[in-house]
């Protein structure tokens, strides 16, 4: 018989937020706060994203090694082969209610994706790793169809052979994307594509630890990100933009936040302790497609608010700083930048679910129980 107490101890500390908690080992990514690093499978971001792409990355992620020229040759096809949304996600899309946002649209239509991928009920890896490729590519094309027909455009069918990065803006915008801004999404994409146990990612690996399916945990990470606290601090970077509107008056806004104790949004980190790496790649990309597209504006007002904040805290810019300015240079609306992180994280969050299921136990944490006790139930009519 089992010694084990049948409650945790009430003492046992714990800190809020799973703070510091290592939930799991893994071997596909590794931040560094104090140093502000981010690996991937032992390379590091910056480097990947000087050299590499989303694709090759994505590789990366899923099988633990960059790919011979021969195998990413028949990897890219394999994405190829689920370049167009199944017709009755299409439909599904046209159905939505006009005032559903494009993330509630995301949860669902992604959700729905399983009813129709040919591998569905197929737990095999190789199946696995195909549904992974098959979200990859679709994901991204989900997102730029929906907000064309809410904007009553028909959806434009993407190109085989060309990027995620290419087909998402061509597929957006519905012309041909200038290569900058292509090369500046794909780095995007790249940066984005894993950060550890953060919480979308747990949410990922707790329903993929009962057995559930792969759609099934990219489903519970979507409604994770969804949250303000996660995604979303990019598109309040954006608003914050606007609001400040001209860059003689950033130094101002910024002091009058801080005097009223609001937290600027795009900085700060709970790991990192200096420049989040990923802020550092984009800084320099904001700077460009701003060049680009002729509107250095926002880039202006981000360089002085970034230059009061560094002398007035502590804090420093996270990787949703300079993403707002990439993103609304490339004609991105704002209330796409949270659905953006999906179609980057989920690379991260299938390679999660597969090295879950690698060595997996079922994820079922104690809580501490500060409810009433010894209560004896009384019958509704004596209450
Ligand atoms: C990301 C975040 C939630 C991290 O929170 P955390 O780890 O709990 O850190 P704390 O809130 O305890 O901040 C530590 C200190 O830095 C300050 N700080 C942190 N982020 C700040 C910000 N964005 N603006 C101003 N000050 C900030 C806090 O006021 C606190 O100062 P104090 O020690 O003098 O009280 C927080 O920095 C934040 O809300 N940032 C803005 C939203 C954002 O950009 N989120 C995206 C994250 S990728």
């Known amino acids: 018989m089992s010694t084990t107490p049948s409650t945790p101890s009430t003492t046992q500390p714990f800190k809020a937020g799973l703070e510091d908690v ?9 931040i560094d706060g104090k140093e502000g690093r981010l690996v991937y499978r ?23 090694r960059l790919p011979g020229r021969i195998e990413f040759g028949a990897f890219l096809d394999g994405f190829t082969g689920s370049i167009e949304l199944p017709i009755e996600t299409v439909m599904i899309l046209r159905m939505f209610p006009k ?7 995301l ?36 997102i730029a169809a929906h907000q064309r027909l809410r904007h009553g455009y028909e959806p434009v069918h993407p190109i085989p052979g060309k990027s995620i990065a290419y087909n998402f803006l061509y597929a957006l915008h519905g012309e041909e994307p200038d290569p900058e801004m292509v090369r500046a999404f794909d780095v995007a994409l790249i940066l984005h594509a894993d950060h550890e146990l953060n919480a979308s990612t747990f ?8 057995m559930s399916d792969m759609y099934s945990s990219v489903t519970s990470a979507i409604g994770a990100l969804k949250g303000p606290l996660h995604g979303g601090a990019n598109e ?46 984009l800084r320099r990309y904001a700077e460009k497609m701003s060049t680009v597209a002729g509107e250095t504006r926002w880039f202006e007002i981000s360089s002085i608010v970034e230059r009061t904040m560094r002398a007035n805290t502590k804090v420093y810019p996270n990787v949703d700083f300079y993403s707002a ?27 999660h679910i597969l090295e879950q299921w690698t060595n997996n136990r079922l994820i079922r944490p104690r809580a501490d129980y500060t409810g009433p006790e010894n209560l004896r139930y009384v019958s509704i009519e004596e209450r």
């Open 22 to 30: 290592v939930a799991c080992s893994s071997d596909i990514c590794f």
């Open 42 to 64: 032992g390379y590091d971001v910056a480097d990947l994203a000087e050299h590499s792409t989303f694709e090759e990355v994505a590789y990366l992620l899923w099988y633990g």
């Open 99 to 105: 005032a559903a946002t494009p993330m509630e649209v």
């Open 107 to 142: 949860r669902t239509a992604v959700s729905s994706l399983g009813h129709w991928d040919p591998d569905s009920g197929n737990t095999r890896l190789d199946a696995c790793l195909r549904k992974a490729q098959r979200l990859t590519e679709r994901i991204p094309l989900l």
């Open 203 to 210: 949410a990922a690996r707790v329903t993929a630890a009962t």
């Open 236 to 281: 309040q970077v954006m608003k914050m933009l606007q609001e400040i509107g001209d860059p003689a008056k950033a130094e101002q806004w910024v002091l009058d936040a801080l005097a009223k104790k609001v937290k600027v949004p795009g900085f700060g980190h709970r790991v990192y302790r200096t420049e989040d790496p990923r802020a550092t790649v």
């Open 325 to 351: 300015t990439c993103y609304h240079t490339m004609g991105i609306s704002t209330e796409l930048f949270t659905p953006i992180f999906a179609i980057s994280r989920v690379v991260g969050w299938t390679a």
